[in-house]
């Protein structure tokens, strides 16, 4: 083993452990730290038995293990621990150190983190690192940002343990300053709550308005993941759907219907709202698992509330079709939105995001991975500037073969009472977003009405802003304008 560690990581549960493995694996030595130094034996005496990594039991130890610049990963638990271990650790470090923390951080927090760890004469990252235990292990999606002085010396471990695209391109690049990496990340979480609504939404029209068993909708997504579909969530999907319990009934119809989260879909949601981006897909997603937490009141009100009874009439195998369509569909809105977001996002950050990098380093290791991440980046080849993925000519194509399948689910979902939130919103953003004239001026007028919030005219320029006394009993004075 070499006289000094090439990386340390702090934090041996899950993630942190199998990237531990993983950076080995790739020529690394590692040391390890964690609170609990009994786990640091057994992780040792165990899965790390044998190999190049150092085990530690204090922080002084530990950074005295690592080779100059020392580069420090946290692996623990968001918010207030990491601020602590920050705090834990500086006293130890010198100048050029650079500490990484790779938990689900909420982006605020990694811009504040760099400020301060550079006011120390010290480097900071912020990384997202999406796949899961498996993906920690065999190769992640790795999307980092913070200190770009700090990017030659960690380049080697990220892109060495990073998954790998066809090509053999590394899934990790820099994103960007301070929080645009964990920015990134929590965009990917909240892309990665939409698909998988709209393929709960598929599921449950195939269960309860078709009346499909587990395993005729086990082949329906094994079919689907052959096509423009073909992702790690339908093939999980897939997966799921063919699992028999112990007595050789289907697992996932034991499975009670309340969902949980961690909160990036809506930290997503909050972010589109400060900006001003219409994430409404992704926003139905985190509501739809908030209203599947309300289990007890949903029974109370499925005995009192009426609608209208599921019962299909029609070409079943034509309406697949056209679930598919609708799928399909509904994806490309969700990254079309989310990736308006982290366009709105550079600009009030002043961030210089690779979007079509950003496409690459999601086709591999993260639980969005999917071939359609590969038109997104050639969208950006083909035109950085464009304004939305709906206006690139594959993607518009795609929408218009799509959207009469489309129209067809939403409206029969409808019509039988099947919620499908997700698919019906991204319908809705469509055709507002494709709509020239929105009902946006009667809005305004009621604005204008009741608290003098001033409109724009059709017949006048862009910044002239005008009041009306609708009443007659109203003022000329007008209230100053300004948008949220």
Same mark, same amino acid.
């Given at each position: 083993? *070499? ?72 692996? !623990? ?20 150190? !650079? ?28 990384? #997202? ?24 010396? +960690? @380049? ?28 990134? *990340? ?37 079919? %689907?993941? @052959? ?32 969902? #949980?989260?961690?909160?990036?879909? *809506? ?32 029974? *109370? ?60 380093? %999601? ?16 969208? =950006? ?24 399948? %489309?129209?067809? +689910? ?54 002239? =802003?005008?009041?009306?006394? %609708?009443? #007659? ?12």
């Amino acid at each position: 083993m *070499k006289q000094l560690s090439d990386i340390g990581l702090i934090g041996l549960a899950v993630m942190g452990e199998n990237l531990v493995l993983n950076m080995e694996s790739k020529g690394f030595t590692v040391s390890v730290y964690n609170r609990s130094a009994e786990k640091v034996d057994a992780f040792l005496s165990g899965r790390g038995k044998g190999k190049n990594i150092r085990g530690t039991h204090s922080i002084a130890e530990f950074v005295k293990s690592l080779e100059r610049p020392r580069k420090l990963m946290l692996m !623990i638990k968001a918010g207030s621990a990491v601020d602590e271990m920050i705090e834990t650790l500086i006293p130890h470090l010198e100048t050029g150190d !650079i500490l990484i923390d790779g938990g689900n951080t909420h982006f605020p927090d990694t811009n504040r983190r760099t400020a301060y760890v550079e006011s120390k004469g010290l480097l900071y990252i912020g990384t #997202g690192v999406s796949g899961g235990e498996e993906g920690a292990l065999l190769g992640p999606s790795i999307m980092p940002g913070g200190s770009k002085k700090a990017w030659p010396a +960690v @380049k080697p471990v990220f892109q060495s343990i990073a998954a790998k695209v066809d090509d053999g391109t590394p899934c990790c690049d820099w994103v960007g300053e301070n929080g645009a990496g964990h920015f990134v *990340k929590m965009v990917h979480n909240g892309i990665e709550y939409g698909d998988m609504q709209l393929i709960t939404e598929a599921y449950q029209i195939m269960r309860d308005l078709l009346g499909m068993s587990a395993d005729e909708m086990h082949l329906v997504f094994k079919e %689907w993941n @052959k096509g423009d579909l073909d992702s790690y969530l339908i093939e999980i999907t897939r997966d799921i759907l063919a699992y028999k319990d112990t007595d050789g009934k289907p697992l996932v119809d034991r499975i009670l219907d309340t969902a #949980g989260q961690k909160g990036t879909g *809506k930290w997503t949601g909050v972010a589109a709202l400060d900006l001003g981006i219409p994430l409404t897909l992704i926003g139905e997603a985190v509501f739809s698992r908030c209203l599947s937490a309300i289990k007890d009141e949903r029974v *109370k009100a499925s005995k009192i509330l009426n609608g209208p009874p599921a019962k299909f009439k029609g070409d079943k195998a034509k309406f697949l079709s056209d679930l598919k369509d609708a799928v399909y569909a509904s994806k490309i809105v969700s990254y079309a939105q989310g990736y308006s977001l982290m366009k709105a996002a550079a600009e009030e950050y002043k961030w210089d995001l690779n979007y079509g990098g950003i496409a690459l380093m %999601w086709r591999g290791g993260c639980i969005i991975r999917s071939v359609f991440l590969g038109k997104i980046k050639e969208a =950006f080849d083909n035109n950085k500037t464009i304004t939305n993925l709906l206006l690139d000519p594959f993607f518009k194509e795609k929408v218009d073969i799509a959207q009469n399948g %489309w129209r067809n +689910v939403v409206a029969t979902a409808v019509t039988n009472g099947i919620p499908a939130p997700a698919i019906s919103s991204a319908l809705c953003y469509y055709d507002g977003y494709r709509c020239e004239k929105l009902p946006a001026n009667l809005l305004q007028a009621q604005r204008d009405y009741f608290g003098a919030h001033t409109y724009e005219r059709i017949d006048k320029p862009r910044g002239e =802003f005008f009041h009306t006394n %609708w009443t #007659g009993r109203g003022g000329t004075t007008a209230s100053s304008t300004y948008n949220v």
